[in-house]
Each structure stands twice: as structure tokens, then as C-alpha cells.
């Protein structure tokens, strides 16, 4: 039985035009600081600074919400996908049982404690005013204005893992871990191997003998022998798959 799990990053989804999140694009000035995203991109920003925050999210991902899916999202339509992106062009290409296993940025939940149960619902990007923008994302998200700080489980927060969050089960973990636990292949594309769920992924295929393909133009060369590499674009990969 062939049960091929696929995990995608941000190379999939360049050929929609969606920068890559570590990319120049990702850089975002403060003041006299420029923060890199991993800066940016944390629940301490947002808390303490929410305004700088959303105006950087909204810059860096919101403003290519309405991009489409690339042949290489309607090729995994029908496939076992666990994705690092947010953009949502895989749900856009059809796929109706994928993880976004870091949120998806058409949507947000009430600011919570992690862990806690949370409804996940729209975020109504198309009421933001962007001759007002920090006002209008501040009103969306229901900042208090008093002191420009995001009030817990009255605020919302875009449904979105930040760098210094962890995985819990709004952003299907269990189900994520799971489906490692039953592959008997993993392929992963276009992801550079630098956050958790590949180092997950990985750490699953090595303990059981799991075969791996890493398609990516220029692979990072991984710590186990089953390993098949494929130097080219996914694009480039479906064509002979």
C-alpha cells in the first residue's frame, strides 16, 4: 500500500509570486532597529507591540492573499499534505483534508493562552482601510486603545504559529504526528528543514526506516542514508510524477 505523505514550505508557493518568508521581503524597521522576521513573527511582538506587528503582517502576507494556486498545488490536491504555509492555495487548489500546520492567514481566533480551545474564524481583510491602515487593523482586531495592547480572549490574533509559540492541537498536531507515524514515504518540497514539524518528520522517518525524497533546486543533505534527492524545482518535479 503506497500512503506517500507530502510536506511543503515556501518554495511551493513562490511560483504563485508569494516571497518566501525569509527573503528581503521579511524585514521589517522600527525606529533605528530593523528586526529580522523571526523577530517580528513572535507572540511577544504582538503583545507588546501589536501595531508594528500587524502592519507588518499585513505587508508581508496579506497583501498577496488574493494569489492563486500554481500547478504544483492542484498536482497535491488529491495528495496526503501536511504544509509550513499559511497562504492557503492549497484549500484554493482543492485539497480538503490538508494541515496548515502553521495556520492559515485567511483566518484568526480570539487571543488566547496556548492551548486553550478556540474557535478559528475569518479574518475580514477586505473591511481594512489602507489609508488607515493601523487604525483599521487595530479595530479589526479588536486592540484596546487605551494602551495599544491586545486584551486576552477580547483581542483576536491572526491563526498564525509564531516563532516563540508551540504546537497545539488548533494547529492539528496530533493528527500532523500521526500521519508521519503511517507514512511509508515523506516527501518533502521546497522547505528548507529549518522549523519544527520537518525536524519532526525526519526524526519519525529515521525511527522507522521511512524512505524520503527531498525535492528542492539545492537540498540540504540530510543525516540518514534513505534518503533520494531531486536538485530541481517542484514544478519541475510533478512533470516526471
Not at 513562490?14 to 516571497?19: F, H, K, L, T, V
Not at 524520503?212 to 540518514?224: F, G, Q, R
Request: no cysteine; aromatic share 12%; charged share 20%.
Amino acid at each position: 500500500m503506497n500512503n506517500t505523505l507530502y510536506i511543503t514550505g515556501a518554495g511551493v508557493s513562490s511560483e504563485s509570486g508569494i516571497p518566501t518568508f525569509r527573503g528581503e521581503d521579511g524585514f521589517w524597521t522600527i525606529g533605528s532597529k530593523n528586526y529580522t522576521p523571526m523577530e517580528m513573527a513572535t507572540r511577544a511582538m504582538y503583545e507588546n507591540n501589536p501595531e508594528q506587528f500587524l502592519s507588518w503582517y499585513y505587508h508581508r502576507f496579506a497583501t498577496y492573499r488574493n494569489h492563486g494556486p500554481n500547478a504544483v498545488h492542484h498536482w497535491l490536491s488529491d495528495k496526503n499534505l501536511i504544509t509550513q504555509n499559511i497562504d492557503g492555495l492549497d484549500g484554493k487548489a482543492g485539497n480538503k483534508n490538508y494541515i496548515a500546520i502553521h495556520g492559515r492567514l485567511d483566518q484568526m481566533t480570539l487571543f488566547h493562552h496556548q492551548g486553550d480551545d478556540v474557535d478559528i474564524m475569518q479574518t475580514p481583510w477586505d473591511d481594512v482601510d489602507e489609508d488607515n491602515l493601523t487604525a483599521s487593523l487595530l479595530n479589526i482586531f479588536n486592540i484596546d486603545s487605551s494602551n495599544l495592547r491586545p486584551t486576552l480572549n477580547e483581542s483576536f490574533k491572526p491563526y498564525v504559529l509564531l516563532f516563540d509559540e508551540f504546537y497545539t492541537e488548533s494547529y492539528r498536531i496530533n493528527e500532523a504526528q500521526q500521519r508521519m507515524q503511517r507514512a511509508d514515504k515523506i516527501v518533502f518540497m521546497g522547505t528548507s528543514f529549518s522549523v519544527n514539524i520537518t525536524q519532526m518528520a525526519l526524526r519519525t522517518a529515521i525511527n522507522n526506516g521511512i524512505a524520503i525524497e527531498v525535492v528542492d533546486p539545492d537540498p540540504i543533505e540530510l543525516p540518514y542514508s534513505n534518503v533520494s534527492y531531486h536538485k530541481m524545482k517542484a514544478s519541475e518535479y510533478i512533470e516526471h510524477n
